[in-house]
């Protein structure tokens, strides 16, 4: 058998930050661990714009709402530049969409979380995509060459969507006694939430080697959220708001922040379907996909018609 | 009948600015070439990154075989005399 002939090839091809394509030879396993990383990540994008869309309709002004729906646009976007390179992978767009239905396939817990006020709008920005931002500029250099390039196209268009988010939080934070609580109180509900997203702790995380080797996870999930913390510590105080961790302090001897425990319990029952939006969530997916079904049959139906007629558009 | 039911794959090239080439730029579901290029203006050029639209549906793409590379391009391999900078001349000799 070639493999293990192959398989060493593979690994000193990554070893030399050379690019993994789509027909190159690939264990197994790279293969099923990339398909699972990338349809996760793009089922995020996809359910990611419900919380928001949410609000389009009540923005409080026509820039915020142009703004806000230029962000959610984007987000469909990143959705199907990373469903595009997973289907480089052998998977179909359809198999990828029932998994996401059927419960099968997981995305990012943060979006199980509700939008309960217009300062969502802004702590979303600033610490959602700010903490998917983190995650996600490392992958721009990831072994396979279709996910790197897709990263690459989505971290240039998220910066946006933070400062967005960010320049929301500041004018609620210089407006009104009312405006101010609303801004600390959207902070407090997403900041934990939003230090989960990088995932369990490194010792509760067994395949963080074997991604490492792979290169298609860069840092571990404690070095991100450690930087991640470290930035927000410093940004939130341009607010004049607080993070809501009593324990969060600066170590000069680590140089880093320090902070709380996690609620590890809350985080594995949100991933398992009981936080408090998953079935909401999931519904509306369905919905638009079986709503959309006479659309998706006609336009088929339509384009053989016209290939029929013998004239291709 | 059992009717194809899912809209084909259809790769997508983007001319950045006048006077570059089409570039490959990544690919998307269309039920023809028209919803193709529309959908591929609104997927790929929202920051205004095209002004020219190539599609191409997907099965009509045929590639070299990545095992066979090395002995594919190998003949290019060992004509160095295809590149100036193999002649030997003199540092006097000017404009060539
Ligand atoms: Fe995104
Ligand atoms: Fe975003």
């Given at each position: 058998?070639?493999t293990?002939?192959?398989?060493?090839?593979?690994?000193?091809?990554?070893?030399q930050d050379?690019?993994?394509?789509?027909?190159?030879?690939?264990?197994?396993?790279?293969r099923?661990t990339?398909?699972?990383?990338?349809?996760?990540?793009?089922?995020?994008?996809?359910v990611?714009?419900?919380?928001?869309?949410?609000?389009i309709?009540?923005?409080?002004?026509l820039r915020?709402k142009?703004?806000?729906i230029?962000?959610?646009?984007?987000?469909?976007?990143?959705?199907?530049?990373?469903?595009?390179?997973?289907?480089?992978?052998g998977?179909s767009r359809?198999?990828?969409i029932?998994?996401?239905?059927?419960?099968?396939?997981?995305?990012?817990?943060?979006?199980?979380?509700?939008?309960?006020?217009?300062?969502?709008m802004?702590?979303?920005?600033w610490?959602?995509d700010?903490?998917?931002?983190?995650?996600?500029?490392?992958?721009?250099?990831?072994?396979?060459?279709?996910?790197?390039?897709?990263?690459v196209?989505?971290?240039?268009?998220?910066?946006?969507?933070?400062r967005q988010?960010?320049?929301?939080?500041?004018?609620?934070?210089r407006?009104?006694?009312?405006?101010?609580?609303?801004c600390?109180?959207?902070?407090d509900?997403?900041?934990?939430?939003?230090?989960m997203?990088?995932?369990p702790?490194?010792?509760?995380?067994?395949?963080?080697?074997?991604s490492?080797?792979w290169?298609?996870?860069?840092?571990t999930?404690?070095?991100?959220?450690?930087?991640f913390?470290?930035?927000?510590?410093?940004?939130?105080?341009?607010l004049?708001?607080?993070?809501?961790?009593?324990?969060?302090?600066?170590n000069?001897?680590?140089?880093?922040?320090?902070?709380?425990p996690?609620?590890w319990?809350e985080?594995?029952?949100?991933?398992?379907?009981?936080?408090?939006?998953?079935?909401e969530?999931?519904?509306?997916r369905?919905?638009?996909h079986?709503?959309?079904a006479?659309v998706?049959e006609?336009?088929?139906?339509?384009?053989?018609?016209?290939?029929q007629?013998?004239?291709?558009? | 009948m059992?009717?194809?039911?899912?809209w084909?794959?259809?790769?997508?090239?983007?001319?950045?600015?006048?006077?570059l080439?089409h570039?490959?730029?990544g690919?998307?579901?269309?039920a023809?070439?028209?919803?193709?290029?529309e959908n591929?203006?609104?997927?790929?050029?929202?920051?205004?990154?095209?002004?020219?639209i190539?599609?191409v549906?997907?099965?009509?793409?045929?590639?070299?075989?990545p095992?066979?590379?090395?002995?594919?391009?190998d003949p290019?391999?060992?004509?160095v005399?295809?590149?100036?900078t193999f002649?030997?001349?003199?540092?006097?000799l000017?404009?060539?």
């Amino acid at each position: 058998m070639m493999t293990d002939a192959s398989s060493t090839i593979f690994q000193d091809k990554i070893d030399q930050d050379i690019r993994i394509e789509p027909k190159d030879w690939m264990p197994d396993a790279y293969r099923k661990t990339l398909i699972r990383q990338i349809s996760q990540h793009a089922h995020s994008e996809i359910v990611g714009m419900l919380p928001e869309a949410n609000w389009i309709t009540r923005a409080p002004s026509l820039r915020r709402k142009a703004t806000l729906i230029a962000k959610v646009q984007d987000e469909a976007g990143h959705g199907l530049y990373l469903y595009s390179a997973a289907e480089t992978l052998g998977i179909s767009r359809e198999e990828m969409i029932d998994q996401l239905h059927s419960g099968k396939a997981k995305y990012s817990s943060i979006f199980n979380y509700p939008t309960l006020t217009w300062a969502d709008m802004g702590a979303i920005g600033w610490l959602v995509d700010g903490a998917a931002i983190m995650n996600q500029v490392p992958l721009c250099r990831a072994s396979y060459g279709p996910y790197a390039r897709a990263m690459v196209r989505i971290c240039k268009e998220e910066s946006f969507h933070q400062r967005q988010g960010f320049e929301i939080l500041l004018t609620l934070s210089r407006g009104s006694e009312a405006q101010r609580r609303m801004c600390q109180d959207a902070i407090d509900r997403w900041w934990w939430p939003s230090v989960m997203m990088f995932g369990p702790n490194d010792d509760a995380s067994p395949h963080t080697a074997q991604s490492m080797q792979w290169k298609i996870k860069r840092f571990t999930n404690d070095e991100l959220r450690q930087r991640f913390v470290d930035i927000c510590a410093e940004q939130v105080k341009l607010l004049g708001m607080t993070i809501p961790d009593d324990q969060l302090r600066w170590n000069e001897e680590r140089q880093h922040y320090d902070f709380g425990p996690i609620d590890w319990e809350e985080f594995r029952n949100v991933i398992n379907g009981n936080g408090p939006c998953n079935k909401e969530r999931l519904a509306a997916r369905v919905q638009a996909h079986e709503d959309g079904a006479w659309v998706r049959e006609a336009a088929l139906a339509h384009a053989e018609k016209k290939i029929q007629y013998g004239k291709t558009a | 009948m059992e009717k194809q039911h899912n809209w084909p794959l259809w790769e997508i090239f983007i001319r950045s600015r006048q006077g570059l080439d089409h570039k490959h730029v990544g690919s998307l579901h269309a039920a023809d070439s028209a919803m193709a290029i529309e959908n591929a203006r609104d997927v790929y050029t929202r920051r205004m990154e095209g002004i020219s639209i190539w599609v191409v549906e997907s099965k009509y793409v045929h590639a070299s075989n990545p095992d066979e590379a090395s002995s594919f391009y190998d003949p290019a391999n060992d004509k160095v005399y295809r590149h100036p900078t193999f002649y030997d001349l003199p540092d006097e000799l000017k404009h060539m």
